[in-house]
């Protein structure tokens, strides 16, 4: 929970790249979003981050100044309850993410944090059709981990899009 008793929401990296890209690189959004961040509400893991410096390094530089308050503390996302979830997933969901892949996967990280903090995962992974069974909402479901779509998630929080 945020400081204010309401719930935490840990954003995938399709969503912030979504702003970008669906949403016409909306400073209305980014601004109601900073708030969001500096309220307590909105995180990411760092592995999210770090995908957006390799992949994305416009909307990164966008999130930069907010890092300190973004990014969950590694000692959540290394404790023994969020390790713990992670084996879990990649011995129940071994296709959610490839092991020999570059990089630093994300999902599993977004989710064992969820867990551990009671967080609901954003993401604009598809819920449905083919492959969604590798996809972040079906794991989050068998894991009894919240999660919601970007434009649920800004009906939820109040943002104006």
């Given at each position: ?22 949403h ?5 959004i ?26 994305f ?32 997933l ?6 959610l ?7 630093n ?57």
């Amino acid at each position: 929970m945020a400081e204010d008793g309401e719930a935490i929401y840990l954003v995938d990296t399709c969503v912030w790249v979504n702003i970008r890209d669906e949403h016409a690189d909306s400073s209305q959004i980014w601004d109601q979003c900073f708030a969001l961040i500096e309220a307590g509400r909105v995180q990411t893991v760092r592995q999210v981050f770090d995908e957006l410096e390799r992949k994305f390094p416009d909307v990164h530089a966008r999130l930069k100044p907010y890092r300190k308050r973004l990014v969950v503390p590694d000692a959540t996302i290394y404790s023994a309850d969020a390790v713990a979830e992670m084996r879990g997933l990649r011995a129940q969901h071994p296709k959610l993410y490839d092991q020999l892949g570059p990089g630093n996967p994300a999902d599993p990280f977004l989710i064992g944090a969820g867990k551990v903090m009671g967080a609901i995962v954003v993401t604009d992974e598809r819920s449905a059709g083919k492959a969604h069974k590798t996809k972040i909402p079906y794991v989050c479901t068998q894991r009894n981990v919240g999660w919601t779509s970007r434009l649920k998630f800004f009906e939820a929080v109040g943002v104006v899009w």
